[in-house]
């Protein structure tokens, strides 16, 4: 089953208005903002490692109130629960059962404010619900928002009193960015804008919810031709013999590099994938699961490093023609 012409070139306009309107927020980061969109529709979570100021919670709100979705900040500390953020159930005298309390994760959109500062406790209560979109309380399960998206930030270079997130955890985010600082003619007009709080943001939906889980159905069908499906077999399979490398790139991360290519693929209006789809989201979506040998190396410096080494398997493996 392939994607009609017309399907194509609706969904293609539309996210080009969500693109726009996203931007209205979000100066000076297109190559961002297609990237938070591509991650949408492949129904992943986000990873954003930057530093304070750099607008990531703003990103996450933008996207949030351009589809008219629900949105929770939690903001993750030392001493958060994981009832703080899943729920509880608590007795009702009235009714004489028990009753369940949803948590602030119940929405379409979560951002996990600074996730490595919570303990692996409270850190692990997130992985049924990025995995599965549900929760689990008490043998009774709960379905979440429909779109649901975690955006997870944290800071790269302040590790004092943090919890660094387990590799099962990382696994869980669909790609890790960087917003970066913006350029200078873009930054004079955050300056002359002036100072703004996320929250007071307030734009009219470009997008219905109802529409984007269309669009991640449609990602399903965008076709994979057999020599593509080979060339990302041969990157999974370069990164294990990696030497840079602790170990390489799993199944989970294969799929997840397949996925995230037919996202792109449709993003740029294709029923088909191409080599550049893939190479455009092998970074994104697998330096966050890798690590290299060189144990207590500066996160910033490592992250380089891996970059540095996927580029050189992208150079050295054939392009399918």
């Known amino acids: 089953m392939t994607v009609e012409a017309q399907e194509l070139k609706n969904i293609q306009s539309s996210l080009s208005e969500l693109k726009k309107?996203?931007?209205?927020?979000i100066k000076g980061k297109p190559e961002v903002i297609d990237n938070v969109l591509i991650c949408l529709l492949g129904s992943g979570h986000l990873l954003l490692e930057d530093l304070p100021g750099m607008g990531k919670t703003t990103l996450a709100y933008a996207l949030a109130r351009a589809l008219d979705g629900s949105f929770q900040r939690i903001q993750f500390t030392s001493d958060l629960l994981p009832a703080d953020v899943l729920g509880v159930s608590v007795y009702n005298e009235k009714e004489r059962d028990f009753e369940f309390k949803r948590g602030p994760v119940f929405a379409n959109f979560i951002l996990a404010d600074e996730i490595n500062r919570t303990t692996p406790?409270?850190?692990?209560?997130?992985l049924e619900v990025m995995d599965r979109g549900r929760v689990s309380i008490d043998g009774i399960t709960h379905e979440v928002g429909d779109p649901f998206m975690v955006f997870a930030t944290q800071n790269p270079v302040d590790f004092e009193g943090t919890f660094p997130l387990p590799d099962s955890q990382m696994d869980r985010f669909f790609m890790r960015l960087e917003m970066g600082y913006p350029e200078e003619k873009d930054e004079l007009e955050?300056?002359?804008?002036?100072?703004?709080?996320?929250?007071?943001?307030?734009?009219?939906?470009v997008v219905s919810l109802?529409?984007?889980v269309k669009w991640q159905k449609t990602v399903d069908e965008i076709f994979v031709e057999e020599s593509i499906l080979e060339y990302i077999l041969k990157l999974v399979v370069t990164s294990r013999s990696e030497s840079t490398f602790q170990c390489g790139i799993s199944p989970r991360g294969a799929l997840s590099l397949k996925l995230a290519a037919q996202a792109h693929a449709l993003y740029h209006g294709r029923e088909?994938?191409?080599?550049?789809?893939?190479?455009k989201m092998l970074i994104?979506?697998?330096g966050h699961r890798l690590k290299t040998t060189s144990h207590g190396s500066d996160p910033l410096e490592e992250r380089r490093r891996i970059e540095s080494v996927l580029s050189h398997i992208l150079d050295s493996?054939?392009?399918?023609?």
């Open 190 to 205: 955050i300056i002359r804008l002036g100072s703004r709080h996320y929250d007071e943001i307030n734009q009219s939906p």
């Open 121 to 126: 406790k409270t850190q692990s209560a997130l």
């Open 21 to 25: 309107r996203m931007e209205i927020s």
């Open 317 to 321: 493996i054939p392009v399918p023609r």
């Open 272 to 279: 088909y994938l191409v080599p550049k789809d893939v190479e």
């Open 210 to 212: 109802s529409d984007v």
């Open 284 to 286: 994104p979506v697998c």
